[in-house]
């Protein structure tokens, strides 16, 4: 082996071992740019068009584009954390806790008399279960729920300095990022099969990032609309807290219909709790994760439903909340990668094919 090449080798180790290292000591801030990442790919047609419109100053177009998500973040933050303050404190004028315990015992007795008075006894006992539920539930999310208000209060200063974070790497994202992509390209070899995998790659995550986007705003005109209808305060708040919330699967608008669900109920309103219980179920959560974005995933880049379903659950049960942007971008990467190599065997087959057929036939006698 000459010494050129024992530099290479060696010069190879060492930038592999400082990239390892880099990457380790980045680690608590992945998800800061992953959240950059996916805000880039949504903001990015904001940006482009600002950028035609207005000089192609592409700086003020990047910060036009984020100032919009900024503050409609800080709406919304603003305005349910003041609806919360409104509401805790109506319920501490009846009482807390004890006037909702009081409501949940309320609301298992009054199941446990219909049950034991017009169903069969088995099946009374099966219901007394139920309706004990709610009862148990309040026992059981009191003291979560507080630990959890205290958790994110002490977290707070980090939380907003991760999302200032995010915010500058947007910005740079929007920026620079296809001008890195370009550079990256040029540096390495076979570029045709590199730009390729690129593009589709492209198209895949601009799918997925952006239907996910626009899912989850129709969740939320969805579901400012239906609260609208059956009457619940703040309908426009909560339409636009469903849209955040949406952003999270599994863990998304359930988290803004069930609690209010539960108070109508407790509350003895019952008409109104099952009501926006099914509404909740159905139309903001059954109907848009199985049907609206896999379709939209599936008319936009020709993604199948089952990848995006996979893409955008499977990794929440693994590795948590950030998997909804971990999930879409490993399985994008590995579709592109597949697109890329049946896109390259099937020019060979098409090359070879014409070759042979361009080849002259055997001479007869």
Same mark, same amino acid.
């Given at each position: 082996?000459?010494? &050129? ?33 996916? %805000? ?11 950028? &035609? ?5 592409? &700086? ?19 305005? !349910? ?9 109506? %319920?501490? #004028?009846?009482? /807390?806790?004890?006037?909702? $315990?009081? $409501?949940? !015992?309320?609301? *298992? ?36 729920? $507080? ?13 907003? @300095? $991760? ?12 920026? +620079? ?24 790659? +492209? ?12 899912? *989850? ?18 309908? %426009? %708040? ?34 109104? #709790? ?22 939209? !995933? ?9 990848? @995006? ?17 971990? /999930?879409?971008?490993?399985? #994008? ?13 099937? =020019? =060979?087959?098409? !090359? ?8 002259? /036939?055997?001479?007869?006698?």
């Amino acid at each position: 082996m000459d010494q &050129r090449r024992k530099f290479y080798i060696i010069f190879a180790t060492i930038i592999f071992i400082f990239i390892i290292f880099a990457i380790y000591l980045s680690r608590d801030f992945i998800s800061t740019i992953l959240l950059s990442f996916l %805000l880039a790919y949504i903001l990015d047609p904001v940006f482009m068009y600002f950028s &035609r419109n207005v000089g192609h100053h592409r &700086r003020a177009s990047a910060f036009v584009s984020i100032s919009i998500i900024f503050f409609i973040l800080l709406f919304v933050i603003f305005a !349910a954390a003041d609806a919360l303050v409104t509401e805790m404190s109506n %319920l501490l #004028g009846l009482g /807390g806790v004890a006037y909702l $315990q009081i $409501q949940a !015992a309320n609301f *298992s007795a009054a199941i446990n008399s219909l049950s034991e008075a017009y169903l069969p006894a088995f099946v009374a006992e099966y219901v007394k279960d139920i309706g004990d539920i709610p009862t148990a539930l309040i026992l059981m999310v009191q003291p979560v729920f $507080q630990d959890n208000i205290i958790s994110f209060a002490s977290n707070l200063p980090i939380y907003f @300095t $991760q999302f200032l974070l995010a915010i500058i790497f947007t910005y740079y994202f929007l920026m +620079d990022g296809k001008g890195i992509i370009k550079e990256y390209v040029r540096l390495l070899p076979e570029k045709d099969i590199t730009t390729h995998f690129l593009l589709e790659l +492209d198209l895949i995550y601009k799918s997925l990032f952006r239907v996910f986007f626009l899912t *989850s705003l129709i969740i939320g005109i969805i579901g400012a609309t239906g609260f609208f209808v059956l009457g619940i305060p703040y309908p %426009l %708040l909560l339409g636009m807290m469903i849209a955040v919330a949406g952003l999270v699967p599994l863990v998304g608008p359930e988290m803004i219909f069930g609690p209010i669900a539960l108070y109508y109920l407790l509350t003895e309103d019952y008409t109104k #709790g099952f009501a926006l219980l099914a509404f909740g179920v159905i139309f903001l959560t059954v109907i848009p994760n199985n049907f609206i974005l896999p379709r939209l !995933a599936s008319a936009s880049a020709s993604i199948h439903p089952l990848i @995006t379903l996979m893409a955008f659950t499977a990794p929440v049960f693994v590795i948590g909340l950030i998997g909804v942007i971990v /999930g879409p971008v490993v399985y #994008g990467f590995i579709l592109a990668a597949f697109r890329t190599m049946v896109h390259f065997r099937k =020019a =060979a087959f098409e !090359a070879e094919s014409a070759v042979s057929s361009s080849a002259p /036939g055997p001479m007869l006698p």
